[in-house]
């Protein structure tokens, strides 16, 4: 329910009469964050936040992210054929699992906070945590392990997807939002450099607004420096797109660049760099 209050939220977000919602959308946002909370300590018999030794191995260290528990770890650097040898050893299955399980979720909700369309992952993982809640027998845990297993790497690989398309996580993000399905490669080509410039182009100028979200006029600025920027025969979209796509389209990179452009630069992505 939280989560449908959200999605309407947000599709308001550039209509004035939203602003009145304001206050009861972050009340909402509230329990839900609490709720959150209370699912996990239900999940986590005791609250077991000590990695032991096999996951202390098998998984490195780095600065920015924390268990909660001081110690710090980067997934990614995860041996895992190591791990899943020490783990058919382990006599704490189960607590590896959780812990597993927590260190996934640091890395995947900072991927979506970026890059609203790895929903997918939240999804997939969401489902193996709901298999695993139903019965945690030996044989359910060790499942459950190699589905973790098999999502962080591809989790790592998500994280490289900006490289392979030669872009970086921002525009990644931009990019993702403007393609549509049945695109030529000449026009996959043409929407990575919209992303481009229409990233730099508002950054340079309608972004750099102090508090540009508070008021409807800076608002509006920014919804029509997207929209005009994506109709413009020369910067926009190819010709495959019709208007009702570049409205579309309009819509949703306004909703993003809402979200993780409060200042510039992003703080949504100024961490990564600091990780």
């Known amino acids: ?41 239900a999940d986590i018999s005791g609250i077991i936040r000590e990695l032991h030794a096999v996951v202390d191995d098998a998984i490195g ?11 710090l770890y980067d997934i990614s650097r995860i041996d895992f054929d190591r791990l899943r040898k020490e783990f058919e050893r382990s006599p704490s299955q189960h607590t590896t699992v959780q812990n597993l399980r927590e260190a996934i979720d640091i890395k995947l909700q900072r991927l979506l906070a970026q890059n609203p369309l790895r929903s997918d992952f939240q999804h997939h993982y ?5 298999d695993y809640n139903r019965e945690k027998d030996r044989v ?11 999502l962080v790497q591809n989790l790592t690989e998500e994280e490289t997807r900006a490289i392979r398309e ?18 030529t490669a000449a026009d996959i080509q043409r929407i990575k450099k919209v992303a481009v410039d229409l990233l730099h182009t508002l950054k340079e100028e309608k972004l750099r607004i102090d508090h540009w979200r508070d008021k409807e006029s800076t608002r509006d600025t920014v919804f029509l420096g997207i929209k005009n920027f994506l109709y413009d025969d020369k910067t926009g979209l190819p010709e495959s797109y019709t208007e009702e796509d ?23 992505y100024s961490a990564v760099s600091v990780n």
């Not at 030669?166 to 549509?180: N, P, Q, R, S, V």
């Not at 579309?248 to 949504?268: A, C, D, G, M, N």
Request: charged share 30%; net charge positive; with cysteine.
């Open 1 to 41: 329910m939280c989560r449908e209050v959200f999605k309407k939220f947000k599709a308001c977000i550039n209509l004035r009469a939203v602003n009145k919602y304001r206050k009861d959308y972050d009340a909402v946002n509230i329990i839900y964050k609490s709720l959150q909370t209370d699912r996990e300590k």
């Open 61 to 71: 260290t780095r600065t920015g992210t924390s268990d909660g528990s001081g110690n």
């Open 126 to 130: 969401e489902q193996i945590v709901a």
């Open 140 to 150: 359910t845990i060790e499942k459950t392990f190699e589905a973790l297993l098999k």
């Open 166 to 183: 030669g872009l970086d996580e921002e525009t990644l993000a931009i990019f993702d939002i403007l393609k549509k399905p049945d695109l």
């Open 246 to 268: 570049v409205f579309l389209k309009t819509t949703e990179v306004f909703q993003h660049v809402y979200r993780v452009y409060p200042t510039i630069p992003s703080p949504f």
